[in-house]
């Protein structure tokens, strides 16, 4: 079974571009959430989806930031006009319907702001 | 807001030692995890615990949750260096209609030999 999928495994963008960051979650999963890692601190929620609906974006900033989960393909999280603070690795995980299972992660995309 | 907090952050030992790694939280949760994160790596799952006195063991490492307390311990016996890595909690608050995770500071482990 393949893992949860992240690409690119790094992006680097100049302040003011778009960056696009995708994951495809484990078969058989049908949740996925985005976490965002800053340099030697914990993993910070940002969004929860299932397919095609958004359910806690709670910890997603409030501008420049957009994530879906479309019927067909993988997750995106957006972030439009970067800045270096948005300079971060982004974890996506995915789990399946039953709770009491792990939230499985993949690689993670390193992303850095020039 | 529901703060998880694990100490110690940093924590040098000596292959053979036995440790703790503390984690508590400010409200009550059902479900509490334990990862580990190798340098540039992401996070493998190691313990899921469910209810109050969970225990979990798994080669060297015991996981355990204590509700009422709102602690959990990651107990590391007779450490090898293969154990150097980050490990974090992660706290999924209870009740809550969302499956997200808060997770510790992480605690950076190295062993020594």
């Known amino acids: 079974n393949a893992g949860v999928m992240q690409n690119p495994r790094h992006l680097v963008r100049r302040r003011g571009q778009e960056a696009r960051l995708r994951c495809s979650p484990m078969?058989?999963?049908?949740?996925v959430y985005w976490y965002r890692q800053l340099p030697e601190e914990g993993l910070k929620f940002m969004v929860y989806?299932?397919?095609?609906?958004?359910?806690?974006e709670s910890g997603m900033p409030k501008e420049r930031f957009s994530a879906e989960f479309p019927k067909e393909g993988p997750s995106i999280l957006r972030i439009q006009q970067v800045v270096r603070g948005d300079s971060a690795a982004y974890f996506c995980?995915?789990?399946?319907?039953?709770?009491?299972?792990?939230?499985?992660f993949g690689d993670g995309t390193r992303l850095s702001i020039l | 807001e529901l703060k998880v907090e694990q100490n110690p952050l940093f924590l040098s030992m000596q292959e053979g030692k036995n440790y703790t790694i503390y984690c508590n939280y400010s409200?009550?949760?059902?479900?509490l995890y334990w990862y580990r994160q190798d340098p540039g790596k992401s996070l493998e799952s190691l313990f899921v615990?469910?209810?109050?006195?969970a225990v979990k063991q798994e080669g060297r490492l015991m996981a355990s949750l204590d509700t009422k307390a709102r602690l959990s311990t990651l107990h590391i016996t007779a450490a090898v260096h293969d154990l150097s890595a980050t490990y974090f909690c992660?706290?999924?608050?209870?009740?809550?209609?969302?499956?997200?995770?808060?997770f510790g500071t992480g605690t950076l482990l190295a062993v020594q030999p």
């Open positions: 995980a995915s789990s399946p319907t039953d709770r009491n299972q792990p939230q499985h």
């Open positions: 078969k058989g999963h049908s949740h």
């Open positions: 989806l299932q397919k095609e609906n958004i359910i806690d």
């Open positions: 409200t009550t949760s059902d479900r």
């Open positions: 615990l469910l209810s109050n006195g």
């Open positions: 992660a706290v999924d608050p209870a009740g809550g209609a969302t499956n997200k995770l808060i």
